[in-house]
């Protein structure tokens, strides 16, 4: 599902959907997302029946952390809370 009406139309117009129109607006430079996953931890939540070991606001810096990462930040990776895990 996709909640952009306009994207919608245009990646649905088969017709104009060239590769010079996907060259040109999806380039590597125009997307500038990174996508971890972050563990934020035996948090006290409902998902967890409140049996969790560390506060809402302890769960929260991993992923904080992530979301406000710069331009250039690390993709692709696993995090264990705020540190990069190792496998």
């Known amino acids: 599902r ?3 009406e306009e994207r ?3 990646l649905g117009d088969i017709e104009n ?3 010079e129109y996907l060259i040109e607006n999806f380039r ?3 997307l500038r ?3 971890n996953c972050v563990h934020p931890g035996f948090v006290n939540t409902d998902i967890t029946w409140h049996t969790g070991t560390m506060h809402v606001e302890e769960g929260d810096e991993g992923p904080v952390m992530l979301a406000l990462l ?3 930040g690390p993709t692709g ?3 264990d809370r705020t540190v990069l895990a190792e496998f």
């Open 17 to 19: 959907l060239t590769e």
């Open 2 to 4: 996709m909640p952009n």
């Open 77 to 79: 990776c696993y995090f």
């Open 8 to 10: 919608i139309k245009e």
């Open 70 to 72: 710069p331009d250039g």
């Open 33 to 35: 997302k990174c996508i």
């Open 28 to 30: 590597p430079q125009a």
